[in-house]
């Protein structure tokens, strides 16, 4: 790729960003929008001077006083608001922003002009950049055997010692904010509960009889209660159409049409009888509530071998979830319970074995998927090589030969086509993730978050770097001695692709975070054309984890493993973090708010990916100075990954515990405070039903659909 061409596709992409700033510095000012823009502040009733409808021209006018109050927002208010996996999100932008900012002094200061500056090269170049291709800025452009090569040997072993030194800081600093969250929040179920499986049957007994007997008699001085699941999938799904149903009944009454809605009760409207929809609703309504009732009265006795097992204290809860607590390992399996809002319920009435086999299915798919995607990255590639797409379509030489046409195929359209064809995979993830028999939704979307960063990986780097003879890289592949050389010769001919995908991908898909199109559509067609309010059915977003992480350490891969190899990447990284960590300040401070918290769990994954960063560019460095003709500094460049994964062990032994669970000290620590709390006895009161499946809970439909704050279809008493 030549630099004018990466040049055209930075100025599209400025151009869009530009673009969405405008806009949503305009739009977010308008009254109808202020659903689409600012639910969190709704939510919380703190914008109610923002749904003004008087005229005002500085409404029509863009500013960035957005961009001055995300600025603002301090890590305390930050956690107030949003929770510790907010603060660790915002964390990885703000160590990635330290790490690239010392790699970009370096890479543009030092390796950079080295690289243009190689053999090959004079100074009278300068003349003719545009036309440069970007290869004669990375270490491609250095001739084997030089000098200058041992420059790239120091840089990688100062950068990979400044990437361990925060990296080791940024894990104490989680870690101890995670202790400082615990000591200071209030006393919550889950960290009372566990939850137990694998409960023996007993003829003549229930299993909450079961339960009660064992832990009366084990934990006589600890334990509380406990909370016996049921199989309710057939009445979850019951209780999901009534809901459907009363929104559609609110949804015809707010309406106020002056005469009834008159439609044919077939199928789509079209056969069948006339009847007056509301009533043919509210009757149908009434006859689903009947059902639910039924339905729970006739799972009284359907019971599951789990159960939810709550305790006096947190210490007496551990010592029950560490404890195997039968002679048999396969009975009275304990795990850590979720938050109440956070469980999944629909796995705990499917078996072990379908648990099995269904985590089985969901492993082959992710591989199948894995491989499938392979298709439009060689599509991709096709595209980023005009004389490989010539081949391919010989009609189109003629247009390929104009200068923009092929500036704007080469230098966009690639990693577009890419951007979206990874849209459609985090909802396939979440999908697997699922399969797999998680108690949580948030373990579900972790399991995905991993899930989608190794896809990321494999998928865009990897397939692409390989992608020019994928045959005979699987052959080398069971070479291992080979895999430094292949990826030396590999990775850096496709750094003018990578350079692209971050401007393009990054950026854009950025701004476009920022301005929150697919949102903004949905609200002018729902008041366009269902003439009701945003309102009706208003509820706040929380953010996507499992989509943006793995995004995000996907680009911080490319800025570890390109250091050394382009530079050049180094400065459009650095503007593709700053954006990200202003923008998702603001929607952390305006739009999202979580539906349940994992203390910071995240953030071992980001440790984890940035190791394996480091060593992909070592293995990467191995090979590249042993083609180089330079077999000293590949040698000496051996002990790196050894030094990187020692590092990583001792971080591992050091921080990973305190991810994994509190430390007794701290537990006690608590236990001891909760005795002087007045309200325990309220709490311990509301922990015995906590953990009750919201499908049990009593049906309270709204009969008389009056209003727009009609009441709830069910809540639990």
Known sequence: MLLSA?????????????LFFTLYSILRKQPGNIFVYAPRLIDKQKSEQQTDDLFNLERLLPSASW????WQLTEEELLSISGLDALVFIRIFIFSLKVFAFGGIIGICVLLPVNYLGSQLSIDDFYDLPNKSLDSFSISNVNSGSKWLWIHFCAAYIFTGVVCYLLYSE??????????????SKPQPHQ??????????????????????????????TYLSNSVIHQTSKIQGLINDTEKLYRRLARIKSEN??????????????FGRKVNLFDHYEKKLEDLEDNVRMEQHSLSGEEVPAAFVSFKSRFGAAVALHIQQGVNPTEWVTERAPEPQDVHWPFFSASFIRRWIYM?????????????????????????????????????????????????????????????FLLLMPPVMILLSSMQGYISHSQIEKSACIKMLFFTIWNIFFATVLSGSALYQVNVFLEPKKIPSVLAEAVPSQASFFIS?????????????????????????????????DDDEFEVPELQYYTEIPSILFFGLLGVTYFFLAPLILPFLLIYFCL??????????????PKYETSGKYWPIVHNSTIFSLILMHVIAIGLFGIKDLPLASSLTIPLPVLTLIFNEYCRKRFRPIFNGYPSECLVKRDKEDQNEPNMAEFYDKLVTAYRDPALAPVQLGRNVDSHSAPLLHEQV
């Open 6 to 18: 990466l040049l055209t596709s930075v100025g599209i992409n400025l151009g869009l960003c530009f």
């Open 67 to 70: 961009v001055r109050n995300a």
């Open 171 to 184: 894990y104490s600093y989680i870690s101890s904010k995670r202790i400082s969250c615990f000591y200071s």
């Open 192 to 221: 009372f509960t566990i939850l137990v499986r694998g409960i023996p049957k007993l003829s003549g007994r229930s299993f909450s009889e079961v339960v009660e007997t064992f832990f009366t008699e084990n934990h006589p001085s």
């Open 257 to 270: 049409r002056p005469q009834p809605k008159i439609r044919r009760e077939g199928f789509l409207g079209l």
């Open 360 to 420: 089985l299915v969901a492993i082959a798919a992710f591989i199948a998927v894995t491989i499938v995607f392979f298709i439009p990255v060689v599509i991709a590639q096709g595209l980023a090589n005009l004389e490989q797409l010539e081949t391919w379509f010989p009609f189109l030489k003629g247009i390929l030969s104009l200068t923009v046409v092929s500036q704007l195929i080469t230098g966009y359209l690639p990693s577009l086509i890419l951007k979206l």
């Open 501 to 533: 995908y971050v401007v393009t991908s990054g950026w854009t898909s950025l701004s476009s975070e920022l301005f929150r199109l697919i949102p903004l559509v949905c609200s002018y067609i729902r008041r366009l054309c269902c003439a009701r309010r």
């Open 580 to 593: 990200g960590y202003i923008i998702f300040r603001n929607q952390l401070l305006n739009v999202y708010a």
